[in-house]
């Protein structure tokens, strides 16, 4: 969880806040988490027994503030400087939702996920290209597209609950 927080504290020049969902973790992250928010007001930390990942994101959904929304887990890590670009390429096309190719570490091998890189699509280019991209990781969502259709994660699946909220997401970008 440090790596993670640690990148998001290394944005500067853009205004955030990071939520952290504590959701019931036994192996000492609940510390590290409360550390943090006591050292940095920009950083909230919420508590609650386990519940699973769509419990935990749809909490940080209820509580969120900024205009945009992105997922990282505790193993993930971001670049300053892409997020910065996105949120300034998301402004110049009034986008209100961006996908961006991630790479996912294994054993300190980096491996791509399938994504076209380097590409900008409309909405209905990208859905006629049939290549979703179904990592909530990779995307940043404008945070009135979640609050003002109610999109949350369903707790009642396990399985592709980002590729469903990314689903419901474009579908309201695309209008």
Known sequence: ISNCVESVLQLNNISWELILIDDGSTDGSR????????N?????VYHQINQGVSAARNLGLKVMRGEYVLFLDSD????SRVLELS???MDLMHADMLQSPTNRVNNNT???????????YNCKDYIDLDSFYVCIGGSIIRSNIITDNQIFFR?????????????DSMRFSCI
């Open 40 to 44: 940095d007001k920009r950083v909230k």
């Open 76 to 79: 993930d890590w971001i670049d």
């Open 31 to 38: 510390l590290i988490c409360d550390q943090y928010a006591a």
């Open 87 to 89: 949120i300034k390429e």
């Open 110 to 120: 980096t491996k791509p996920h399938h994504f076209e890189k380097g590409n900008i």
């Open 155 to 167: 707790n009642d699946i396990k399985l592709a609950e980002d590729q469903m909220f990314i689903m």
